[in-house]
């Protein structure tokens, strides 16, 4: 959500950020107890319908499953802020990059929800993760001005608009039209 990357079948991803200063070397096991403690109190929940732990990942998480008002099923990531945790600046980073390359956002989007629908999103089962989507997709608008520009152009194409070649990016600003 806070990216623009946001899909129908996209989680939400939320930071618990306490205020517990815990040295770096304990960490990992503070953590644990933290995952553990918020988990069994989830379960307790009447909206919550699942509740799975992830203590071995780089940064443990709960995965959860609730229903909001009844009907909808919404997928939630817990984690605990630490400085082991790269969740918030990585955050602010994507969007950073969507501004510079402004076709990141539309070719992560339709990548992110065409391996949803192939299963393939969830890198704990093998998948690719949204992250990885958008550092392999910025490395290609990186690497190929021209691809990012014929893109551009296609997008234009179906509103009716040319893109014109101009500076870094494929932005406009100084070329002329595109055909």
């Not at 939320?14 to 069994?40: E, F, G, S, W, Y």
């Not at 076709?103 to 992560?108: D, G, H, K, R, S």
């Not at 490395?139 to 152009?153: A, V």
């Not at 234009?156 to 990016?169: D, L, N, Q, V």
Request: charge should be positive; charged fraction near 20%; proline fraction near 4%.
């Amino acid at each position: 959500f806070a990216t623009g990357l946001l899909t129908p079948t996209s989680d939400v991803d939320l930071v618990i950020c306490d205020t517990d200063v815990v040295p770096k070397d304990n960490i990992r096991h503070v953590q644990a107890n933290k995952i553990q403690h918020l988990a069994k109190h989830l379960e307790r929940q009447k909206w919550v319908k699942s509740v799975q732990t992830i203590p071995s990942a780089s940064v443990p998480i709960i995965k959860v499953e609730a229903s909001v008002g009844g009907m909808h099923q919404v997928s939630l990531d817990l984690s605990f802020e630490s400085s082991l945790h790269r969740g918030l600046p990585t955050c602010a980073f994507v969007r950073g990059l969507c501004i510079e390359y402004p076709l990141l956002q539309p070719l992560a989007t339709v990548l992110k929800q065409f391996l949803a629908t192939k299963k393939i999103n969830n890198p704990y089962t093998g998948g690719l993760s949204s992250y990885g989507i958008v550092l392999l997709l910025t490395s290609i608008l990186q690497r190929d001005k021209m691809f990012q520009t014929h893109i551009m152009n296609a997008f234009a194409r179906t509103s009716g608009r040319k893109h014109e070649r101009g500076g870094e990016g494929g932005r406009g600003g100084g070329g002329g039209e595109i055909e």
